[in-house]
């Protein structure tokens, strides 16, 4: 089976043209949507904020003498809006996520994102300069890479792949990766086989729910 890809432009799944003889593909993949949905698009904390304002809306409906036919109309209002606003988060996290390729080549990491927009990042592996793994539920998890350049990318042309809470100082992030960990290795791995006279400035695993420890260092 002759294998597809989503742009016709592209020389090759996620790559904007071929890549060179000495160059080859060590892992490709994309972002898990529902993690991407909870992590990057926050819909869980929506979910429990709109609960929360929808159930207050009963109680200030209960305390004025609402009749019941006015409570179902504003409440169905209310959770309709709701609804849709989730929705419509949900289905941008999917085709976010869809849109999205992410390479590891032996040279370097290369991002493939935008739904509308479609975008290439091209991240040397000489140029990065860390690479901080954060784990999430059922193995996902996110790779902060630091990168040492005089003219940054953008925080907004990169989210959602991107640290958050790091404007300043953006950095590039594989967002929401099956198997995270195990990419981390082939990522420093690999980062090593091209600078092995260098040393990360940081390489490091973070859980969600735990205490940061060293995941490797070159």
């Not at 040492?148 to 907004?156: H, R, V």
């Not at 042309?157 to 953006?170: D, E, F, K, M, Q």
């Not at 420093?188 to 735990?210: D, F, I, K, M, Y």
């Amino acid at each position: 089976m002759k294998a597809h890809h989503e742009h016709e432009f592209e020389a090759a799944l996620g790559l904007p043209e071929d890549l060179p003889r000495n160059e080859y593909i060590v892992w490709q993949g994309r972002p898990e949507w529902r993690q991407l949905a909870i992590e990057a698009f926050h819909v869980r904390k929506l979910a429990f904020y709109f609960a929360i304002m929808v159930f207050l809306q009963g109680v200030h409906l209960l305390d004025g003498d609402a009749t019941g036919i006015v409570m179902l109309k504003q409440l169905g209002t209310s959770i309709g809006l709701a609804t849709l606003a989730l929705g419509l988060l949900t289905w941008s996290a999917y085709w976010s996520a869809q849109a999205t390729m992410y390479t590891l080549t032996n040279k370097r990491i290369i991002m493939r994102i935008g739904i509308v927009l479609s975008l290439t990042f091209n991240l040397p592996l000489k140029k990065i300069t860390s690479c901080d793994l954060q784990l999430a539920k059922k193995q996902t998890g996110n790779i902060a890479l630091g990168i040492a350049s005089e003219s940054p990318i953008g925080w907004l042309n990169l989210w959602p792949h991107v640290r958050p809470w790091r404007v300043s100082s953006p950095q590039p992030t594989l967002r929401c990766v099956p198997q995270a960990a195990n990419l981390a290795q082939r990522i420093l791995q690999t980062w090593r086989q091209v600078n092995p006279t260098e040393q990360l400035l940081s390489a490091q695993t973070e859980a969600t729910h735990g205490n940061s420890q060293a995941w490797g260092q070159a």
